[in-house]
């Protein structure tokens, strides 16, 4: 019997709404035990800032309701146009419904169309399903070293 296919409607957030920032309030504890909740007008300053791009993933069998997001940050700097996939979240009732990699894809699509000669992101090593859907969407693992300033996290 085939897997009955679940549609999923990408959109961008032009707003900081009420009901997005509840999909954030929702989401971002996924992604992070650490993330501060995220403010109105945090929120509001991401959305403002024309480098960024707040992709929603939404669920039209459930009234439309957020079950994912990803942010898309497009740069100049002097080699190129470049851009850089942050805070992929989705909603864990939703994993294995191709939500993900329409997120994926449709920041791709856009980074591509404003001229980003490569779209880059990070996963940590124990999101083995991440890896698997970034490289099902053309990824591909660089021989790289990301470096953070500032505090060390504890082992």
């Known amino acids: 019997m ?3 296919e679940h549609r999923v409607e990408i959109s961008i957030a ?6 997005v920032l509840e999909a954030f309030a929702r989401l971002l504890p996924q992604l992070s035990s650490s993330a501060t909740p995220m403010t109105r007008d945090a929120l509001a300053e ?3 800032s024309p480098q960024n791009t707040v992709f929603l993933a939404r669920d039209p069998s459930a009234g439309g309701r957020i079950i994912g997001t990803l942010t898309l940050v497009i740069f100049r700097i ?12 989705v909603e864990d009732a939703a994993w294995g419904r191709g ?18 000669k490569t779209v880059d992101l990070t996963s940590r090593q124990s999101r083995k399903a ?23 996290p504890e082992a």
Not at 78 to 89: F, L, N, S
Not at 138 to 148: E, K, P, Q
């Open 14 to 19: 032009d707003a900081a709404t009420p009901e």
């Open 2 to 4: 085939a897997k009955a």
């Open 46 to 48: 991401i959305l403002a």
């Open 78 to 89: 002097p080699t190129a146009i470049r851009a850089w996939i942050e805070d992929v979240v």
């Open 130 to 152: 991440a890896h698997r859907l970034y490289e099902k969407s053309g990824f591909h693992v660089r021989d790289t070293s990301v470096y953070r300033f500032g505090p060390k």
């Open 99 to 116: 939500v993900g990699e329409a997120l994926t894809l449709a920041a791709v699509k856009l980074a591509k169309d404003r001229g980003a």
